[in-house]
């Protein structure tokens, strides 16, 4: 029998002043959240209902969750440590299989960049998916434990993040790499998102100190 497939969504409980700092900066911590909500309950609305795959989500903090999340999601905790070690932590925790974790604040993602993810899988033995911010929106690994080192010495939330990952696996190791999609993280990325849908930025999200 081939092993289950599983997908983890990272993402912190939507709370007012917790999430998505440096788009609150930019917009206002109210619209922040509110693009933060939507996204992610639209991610994990798609995930879930896809039998291609099971969706776990890895929370932070601990033990708190939102009401309006599915009930067809494993809940897991992302513990503590840095954004690396709670990654790793969260594929540990998992069942044998391969085994793909996404970002809760990219809007362009699909079934089909999932599809493509675990297809990748089937001949590499990690795949990424590049953010343009340096970044990346998705990881995936084909067997577990990972290789030790893997996240070891990155510079998170950086330009150089995707680069430092991969230079953590080992030598040999074969790497995919997916479309690179915008990780909507400040007041630029989420005017292009808002541009791409043919939306105009209300006036009370407009960048701070803006004429």
Do not use: N
């Amino acid at each position: 029998m081939r092993p289950q497939r599983h997908v983890i969504v990272f993402l912190r409980v939507p709370r007012l002043g917790r999430v998505k700092s440096r788009l609150a900066t930019g917009i206002g911590p109210l619209a922040a959240l509110g693009f933060y909500r939507a996204t992610s309950l639209s991610l994990l609305r798609l995930l879930t209902r896809d039998r291609r795959w099971r969706c776990h989500i890895a929370v932070t903090p601990d033990g708190v969750h939102d009401r309006s999340w599915p009930a067809a999601a494993q809940r897991l905790g992302q513990g503590g440590g840095d954004l690396g070690r709670r990654m790793a932590r969260a594929f540990e925790r998992l069942p044998a299989g391969p085994a793909l974790l996404v970002g809760s604040d990219i809007p362009a993602v699909t079934a089909h960049h999932i599809w493509a993810g675990f297809r990748a899988l089937g001949r590499s033995d990690a795949v990424f998916g590049p953010a343009l911010d340096g970044g990346y929106w998705l990881v995936g690994f084909r067997r577990r434990p990972l290789p030790r080192g893997s996240f070891a010495g990155v510079r998170w939330s950086s330009r150089h993040a995707l680069a430092d990952t991969l230079a953590s696996l080992p030598r040999g190791m074969r790497v995919s790499l997916l479309e690179t999609l915008d990780d909507v993280d400040d007041a630029q990325s989420y005017r292009r998102w808002r541009e791409a849908r043919g939306l105009k930025t209300p006036s009370s999200d407009a960048p701070r100190g803006a004429a």
